[in-house]
């Protein structure tokens, strides 16, 4: 086992840059590409998500500071501060649960796959931390390593199961074939997103109208294009913040490209994952009638979609509103802040990429996700403490929004019942497995 878990370190710790190339060229040539055709596809997507991840290092670079002089304008004073994804995910690595997760949720994937369970393929391990983060918080609770682990299978078994079911409407939203999210937080907000979108449909004037970017576009015009939104955007960003005139175009202008060049780089992603659908489709349906399979891939290819970063801005300042006034919240959002947008990234596929939706859901849920980071601080806090982790200055208790999921949170309230909590956790993916047997959520298309 230690050997194992060396060698998986070892993967993981080459990074996305060098792991995304050799899995999609390998997954390519199980499906009978040629060599050169699968190479070329691998390099492709790894191309595409350096570029993404180029772009998204604007909203650090240009958001961050925004988000710090929004917090002195607020004058928020929460006892807890949110240390960000790179802090939960290291604490959850950490843990027994966490140096053995890559292979264990490999194997768990296996045999979802073996017993027709999961169509979903989930090559994105980087994002494995979720499912050790659930394990780590239950063998905190309850002092069990296999317990952890229980719990970190079940996730990663809902998570299959709900990138499944919402893979029509990803694909559809986002214009990439053959993949699905599995990624361990964002498929926790699915069954959120999908419940609301019902409560919409029964809401006068929500049923029949619909207004996405493309609407927008429309009626505005060139000043309706995503780049001049995010331009105007950042400038009056800029105003609200007190930047001097350089710092306020600047500000708009890093919007700008942020709007334009997201879409590009997804949009290269696309091109290498399109001859790999193609050739799955092809493989599988000579071996396996009927049978389709999905590619699992990280929620940050669903953010190219202009609706989405659009409202993952505006969440910046709505989600430090709502750490003001809701009574239960102890977390001060920071760490995570600048990514408001991976917290609502299934939000637009779910509601088809209409604009008032997405923002209403997103808001829903900031304000869930504050209270659910709030209840993991003291364990969190706690764990990190445990593993040596460095914390921020000044910070004496932590958490993350990205902590902040449903599953973990139903999980840790089972794991306190101990050998009851045990079957109780069975029985809820049980549950889940059941509830979301049907192969979509493509529901009506307004």
Known sequence: MDFIVSVFDYISGLGATVMIPIIIAIVGLVFRLSIGKAIRAGVLVGIGFVGLNLVLNLIWDYVGPVTTILIEKFDLNLSVVDAGWPAAAGVAFATKVGAVIIPFIIIVNFLMLLTKQTKTVNIDIWNYWHFAFSGAIIMSITNSFWYGLLGAAGHAIIALKIADVSAERVQKEIGIPGISIPQGFAITTVPIYMLLDKIY?????????KIDSAAINQKLGIFGEPFMIGLFLG?????????????????????????LLLPRMVKVIMEGLVPISDAAKAFLEKRFKGSEFYIGLDSAVTLGHSTTITIGILLIPITLLLAMIIPLNTTLPFGDLAATAFFIAMATPIHRGDFFRTLISGTIVMAIILMLASYFAPVITETAMNTGFDFPEGATDITALSAGNLVA????????????GVFLIVAFVAAVLFFFRKPSTSGNTN
């Open 409 to 420: 949170y139903v999980f840790s309230l089972f794991a306190k019942l101990k050998i009851v």
């Open 201 to 209: 449909d029964r809401i006068p004037g929500f049923k029949n109208r």
């Open 235 to 259: 400038i009056l960003i800029g105003l609200v913040v007190g930047y001097d005139v350089k710092q306020t175009i600047e500000l708009g202008v890093a919007m700008a490209a942020l709007m």
